[in-house]
């Protein structure tokens, strides 16, 4: 009889859970239902939402990386346009300074000629200076040699010859000691 009593136990306390399931469902399940129903529409309203979030979400999301490939793609135009003109700028200022060195050149090269030129001229007058001068020079030397000449010839015809002068001074000397007689004539 045991067994009969072990076994009995078990649907004893299935027919239990049965009853206090059915009386749940008399007592609450309307309410139960009612609650399902609402948990069913708030889990289709949150999954419409997280459904239209998404939506929106990579909607903004592909607006972002629409709007930043476009920035990307402006500043690297801007960036070669940059680069261009930075490349042609340089050009013409490599141009220009190239022009000036050739001016710079040709100016020089002038300047030397000139220099040249004007060494040249320099020198001519220089050596015309000179033998104007040589000249000068030569005409004042023979000037000053035939005035020395003429002096000289002057000198010597106005001057007393010393025979003369000797005679003279014994002359004297013979009238000073009284020896000096005239001859008569």
């Known amino acids: ?12 306390e299935a027919g239990e859970a049965a009853n206090v399931d059915k009386i749940r469902d008399i007592l609450f399940g309307s309410q139960m239902r009612e609650y399902e129903k609402r948990f069913v529409r708030l889990e289709e309203h949150v999954a419409k939402s997280l459904d239209g979030l998404r939506e929106d979400i990579k909607k903004r999301v ?3 990386e629409s709007f930043t490939q476009q920035e990307l793609e402006s500043l690297s135009q801007r960036l070669k346009h940059e680069k261009a003109e930075r490349a042609e700028g340089l050009k013409e200022l490599t141009a220009e300074l190239h022009n000036i060195a050739k ?4 100016k020089l090269s002038q300047i030397e000629e000139q220099m040249a030129e004007g060494q040249g001229e320099l020198r001519a007058k220089i050596l015309d200076q000179s033998k104007n001068l040589s000249n000068d020079i030569d005409k004042a030397k023979k000037d000053l040699s035939a005035h020395l000449d003429r002096e000289v010839q002057t000198l010597r015809h106005e ?12 002359e004297l000397a013979l009238r000073l000691n009284g020896q000096f007689t005239l001859p008569e004539k």
Do not use: G, I, S, V
């Open 1 to 12: 009889m045991a067994a009969p009593d072990t076994q009995a136990a078990p649907n004893n």
């Open 62 to 64: 592909d607006a972002l």
């Open 103 to 106: 001016t710079l050149e040709k």
């Open 159 to 170: 001057k007393t010859d010393r025979a003369a002068l000797a005679d003279l001074f014994n």
